[in-house]
């Protein structure tokens, strides 16, 4: 089974940065897709990020082309998101997500969960 754990939010104000890790523990596969996606009260599960384990291309929702960006690790096992230039729009709970098999914005298409870490923008 593979086990996600996401560290690093917070709060932070408008226009501050903050990083998020995602570690990646268990039996994990070089052709498996990691995301972050986030959700705020009230509202659906929102694709953030995504990015190819084996060649690093990664792809963004709208909302954050621009100012986040994704990375992997291949020392550590983790996934990064840096979060420059926050909104308060952009207050949520970040989920880290594993197990898709092509770039992919639809949350049923990851097989795996972390369990999130909350993001605060305050304006």
């Known amino acids: 089974q593979v086990q996600l754990v996401e560290s690093g939010g917070g709060l932070v104000q408008a226009g501050g940065s903050l990083r998020l890790s995602c570690e990646v523990s268990?039996?994990?596969?070089?052709?498996?897709?990691m995301g972050w996606f986030r959700q705020a009260p009230g509202k659906d599960r929102e694709f953030v990020a995504a990015?190819?384990?084996?060649?690093?291309?990664?792809y963004y929702g709208d909302s954050v082309k621009g100012r986040f960006t994704i990375f992997r690790d291949l020392g550590k096992i983790t996934v990064d998101l840096q979060m420059n230039s926050l909104k308060p729009e952009d207050t949520a709970l970040y989920y880290c997500a594993a197990g898709a098999l092509r770039l992919d914005a639809d949350p049923g298409a990851y097989r795996y969960w972390g369990q999130g870490t909350q993001v605060t923008v305050s304006s």
């Open positions: 268990g039996p994990f596969f070089s052709s498996y897709v």
């Open positions: 990015i190819t384990w084996g060649g690093g291309s990664a």
